[in-house]
T-cell receptor, first 113, second 110 residues
Framework: KAGVTQTPRYLIKTRGQQVTLSCSPI?????VSWYQQTPGQGLQFLFE???????NKGNFPGRFSGRQFSNSRSEMNVSTLELGDSALYLC????????????FGQGTRLTVV | SQKIEQNSEALNIQEGKTATLTCNYT??????LQWYRQDPGRGPVFLLL?????KEKRKERLKVTFDTTLKQSLFHITASQPADSATYLC?????????FGTGTRLQVFP
């Protein structure tokens, strides 16, 4: 079966712009989580959605937001980009309400200049 | 706040030896703990899950232990191979979300 698909793979944006990243989970998976990965901080939890509802949110500013659609696809948006937002953004999908095994996509590499 | 510690220094071992990676956590009691492997430029890949009532879990050359008293998990790769070279992440999970450690880079040399 197809894995988790994230688009785009690479993105370059200018400070102050906004960006939307997309994640298509594995078919049948209803839980989607987002993470930011940087060399110094590792994988930082952004938020988690299940059946279109945000279940958990990490310690990120309100510039980071997300949503999940009825087909379980998810998007995350970052507004007013800052240089420090440059990172690999990873999406993971899981089957149930309390995710067990998480399946990750390849990630979107965002560079803010 | 919840904190996970993995050895930030790379672990270098010779092919055929057993690699042992450590994961320590504080300020919470995870119901289960997962280990993932991540290769450069790619997303993490799930390896093993161990529950709080399990002491040890094995899968082929991999073995994980979970000591809830010490708040520690050990991840072993026996008969290591150069192909095992990667970053290994532990992810203890509490009641609400999966939190990842920063990972330990393993380098297996011939």
């Amino acid at each position: 079966k197809a894995g988790v698909t994230q688009t785009p793979r690479y993105l370059i944006k200018t400070r102050g712009q906004q960006v939307t990243l997309s994640c298509s989970p594995i078919s049948g998976h209803r839980s989607v989580s987002w993470y930011q990965q940087t060399p110094g901080q590792g994988l930082q939890f952004l938020f988690e959605y299940f059946s279109e509802t945000q279940r958990n949110k990490g310690n990120f500013p309100g510039r980071f937001s997300g949503r999940q659609f009825s087909n379980s696809r998810s998007e995350m948006n970052v507004s007013t980009l800052e240089l420090g937002d440059s990172a690999l953004y990873l999406c993971a999908s899981s089957l149930g309400v309390i995710p067990r095994e998480a399946f990750f996509g390849q990630g979107t590499r965002l560079t803010v200049v | 706040s919840q904190k996970i510690e993995q050895n930030s220094e790379a672990l270098n071992i010779q092919e055929g030896k057993t690699a042992t990676l450590t994961c320590n956590y504080t300020n919470y009691s995870p119901a289960y703990l997962q280990w993932y492997r991540q290769d450069p430029g790619r997303g993490p890949v799930f390896l093993l899950l161990i529950r709080e009532n399990e002491k040890e879990k094995r899968k082929e050359r991999l073995k994980v232990t979970f000591d809830t008293t010490l708040k520690q998990s050990l991840f072993h790769i026996t008969a290591s191979q150069p192909a095992d070279s990667a970053t290994y992440l532990c992810a203890p999970r509490g009641a609400d979300k999966l939190i990842f450690g920063t990972g330990t880079r393993l380098q297996v040399f011939p």
